[in-house]
């Protein structure tokens, strides 16, 4: 089973981050988001970047946008 170790939620979107084993010999954890028809996406990094991660809204709403892309989700429109 696999451990979670962080929520990060933004909007009504909620990031899993997963310890995830190796990647290439190094440590990773795994930034998953479940799409509505049960399928996810993921991402890979190394483990000691996950509070680099969780405090970086550009590369969560990076995460989000690609993820939503890949899931067939609509992207919510941006008015700035």
Request: glycine letters at 8%; hydrophobic letters at 40%.
């Amino acid at each position: 089973m696999k451990t979670l170790l962080k929520t990060i939620t933004s909007g009504e979107d909620k990031i899993y981050v997963y310890e995830a084993g190796y990647v290439e010999g190094v440590k990773a954890a795994q930034a998953y988001l479940a799409g509505p028809d049960g399928w996810g996406a993921s991402m890979y990094f190394p483990l000691y970047k996950v509070e680099d991660f969780a405090q970086n809204q550009a590369q969560i709403a990076k995460f989000l946008e690609l993820a939503k892309e890949k899931l067939g989700m609509e992207k919510e429109q941006c008015n700035t």
